[in-house]
C-alpha cells in the first residue's frame, strides 16, 4: 500500500512564531498515525495546514498523489479528507441525526438547511443521506440518541456524534483534533477502540492528535513527534518511545 499523505517541508509562521518548520513526514494508506509533542508543537497548525484552513508559507503537501497549494477546507471535504476539531463543531440546538446529515451538507446537491428540514428538492438524495446518517449512527452505538438535543447528551457522546458527522462522507483520511480531550480513562479507551474499528472496517486512514501516550501507543501503527514545529522522531510505536530525544521533548516532561 503507498502513501495517502506526504508532507515536504512544510514551513508556516504567524508573525514571526514558526509554528512549522520544514516538516517532513508521510502517512500510508490504511494507517492510524498519531501525532504527539507538547503545548503549541504545531499539532492542530498542521491539521489545518492538512485540509485548507491554513496555507502554508513553503513546502508541498501531496494528498492521494496530487499536489495542492491552497485548498480550500470543502474542496478538501470533497477529495475526501474529514475532520474533527479539538472543541466539537457540532449544532448544540439540532438533534444527532441531524449534526450527521450536516456531515453530508457539502456533498449534496440540495443546500444543508433543506437537508435537515426535510424540505429538500432532491428526494432521492435525501432518503439516500438519511440511510448514510442512520448506517453510521447504528455503527457508532448512538441509536438510542438518535432524536436527542446534542446538547443535552454527556460529553463522551459528543464526542462520537463528531465522530460520526465526519465519517458519514466516507472519508479516505480522517483527521482527529484530540478526539478524548477531557474524557476519563474509560471513556478514552472506548473512543480509542471506535476508532481502531472504523480503522479496521472502512479501511479509513486516520491522522489523530492525542496527548495520552499509554492510549497512543495502544492505538496508533505510526508515531510522529513534534516539538517547536519541528519532527522529533518518526516511526513505529515502540522504536518511538525509546527514542532519547523523544523522551528528553515530550515524554520525559510532565504534561
Ligand atoms: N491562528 C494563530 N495565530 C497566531 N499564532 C498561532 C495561531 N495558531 C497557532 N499559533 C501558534 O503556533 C504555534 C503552534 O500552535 P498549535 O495550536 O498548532 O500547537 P498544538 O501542538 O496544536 O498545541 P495544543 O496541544 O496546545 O493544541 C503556537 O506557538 C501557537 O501559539
Given at each position: 500500500m503507498?502513501?495517502?499523505l506526504e508532507l515536504h517541508d512544510v514551513s508556516l509562521s504567524f508573525k514571526g512564531v514558526k509554528a512549522l518548520n520544514a516538516l517532513s513526514f508521510k502517512v500510508r494508506k490504511g494507517e492510524i498515525c498519531a501525532l504527539i509533542g507538547p503545548n503549541g508543537a504545531g499539532k492542530s497548525s498542521l491539521l489545518n495546514v492538512i485540509n485548507g484552513v491554513y496555507r502554508a508559507q513553503s513546502g508541498d503537501v501531496l494528498f492521494d498523489g496530487t499536489r495542492f497549494e491552497s485548498i480550500h477546507p470543502r474542496k478538501a471535504a470533497h477529495l475526501g479528507i474529514g475532520r474533527t476539531f479539538q472543541h466539537n463543531a457540532l449544532f448544540r440546538r439540532l438533534s444527532v441525526q441531524e449534526n450527521v446529515l450536516a456531515g453530508l451538507a457539502?456533498?449534496?446537491?440540495?443546500?444543508?438547511?433543506?437537508?435537515?428540514?426535510?424540505?429538500?428538492r432532491d428526494t432521492e438524495e435525501r432518503h439516500s443521506f438519511e440511510a448514510r446518517?442512520?448506517?453510521?449512527?447504528?455503527?457508532?452505538?448512538?441509536?438510542?440518541h438518535r432524536d436527542t438535543i446534542?446538547?443535552?447528551?454527556?460529553?463522551?457522546?459528543?464526542?462520537?456524534?463528531?465522530l460520526a458527522r465526519a465519517l458519514v462522507a466516507d472519508p479516505k483520511l480522517?483527521?482527529?483534533?484530540?478526539?478524548?480531550a477531557g474524557m476519563n480513562q474509560e471513556e478514552k479507551q472506548e473512543m480509542s477502540r471506535v476508532i481502531a474499528?472504523?480503522?479496521?472496517?472502512?479501511g479509513t486512514t486516520v491522522v489523530l492528535i492525542e496527548h495520552d501516550v499509554g492510549i497512543v501507543m495502544g492505538l496508533a501503527h505510526h508515531v510522529v513527534v513534534l516539538d517547536y514545529g519541528r519532527k522529533v522522531a518518526d516511526g513505529a510505536p515502540e522504536d518511538v518511545r525509546n527514542d532519547p530525544e523523544v523522551i528528553a521533548a515530550y515524554l520525559g516532561t510532565v504534561h
Open positions: 503507498g502513501e495517502i457539502r456533498h449534496g446537491r440540495t443546500v444543508f438547511l433543506e437537508n435537515i428540514f426535510r424540505f429538500g446518517a442512520r448506517r453510521i449512527i447504528a455503527f457508532l452505538g448512538l441509536e438510542a446534542v446538547s443535552t447528551l454527556p460529553y463522551g457522546i459528543q464526542k462520537r456524534v463528531d480522517l483527521l482527529l483534533d484530540e478526539p478524548m474499528e472504523v480503522n479496521r472496517t472502512f
